[in-house]
């Protein structure tokens, strides 16, 4: 017999907490904040120039509506509890965190597939120019 933890469509803690933590940071920042963090998830490493490039280059949705991401975004993500620095301007999501914000990028309407497409595209085209 299956216990109803090991269920599929049981949750596990990690996933609670990481849900927990990002509908915090939602409530604390308001959505142009948790959309920005969004698009904070795709690169496994983050820095501060990273997301100002982000933040510069990913201000409408799909449908071109503005997102309307204040800069200060950068520096809330950072400094709040879906971040973590692990060097000198150098901070990682948690896994859990990390994966359960990039579903929320697949699920929403105003981004989806395309959205990682482009993220992508532009994190591939920021490792390439920065090799020179």
Same mark, same amino acid.
């Given at each position: ?8 469509? %049981? ?15 939602? &409530? ?30 990913? &201000? ?12 200060? %975004? ?17 901070? #990682? ?6 994966? #359960? ?7 929403? &309407? ?6 990682? &497409?482009?993220? %992508? #595209? ?11």
């Amino acid at each position: 017999m299956i216990s109803p933890s090991a269920s599929p469509t %049981a949750v596990s803690p990690r996933l609670r907490a990481a849900r927990r933590r990002v509908a915090a940071f939602r &409530q604390k920042f308001g959505d142009s904040h948790l959309y920005f963090s969004y698009h904070a998830a795709f690169p496994l490493a983050l820095t501060p120039e990273l997301l100002y490039k982000l933040w510069a280059n990913f &201000q409408t949705d799909q449908a071109g509506l503005a997102l309307d991401i204040p800069w200060i %975004a950068v520096a809330d993500l950072l400094l709040s509890g879906l971040c973590r620095e692990v060097g000198h301007e150098l901070y #990682e999501m948690d896994t859990t965190v990390r994966r #359960e914000l990039l579903n929320q990028l697949q699920k929403e &309407q105003r981004f989806g597939s395309p959205r990682i &497409q482009q993220l %992508a #595209e532009f994190i591939l085209a920021d490792i390439r120019s920065a090799n020179g």
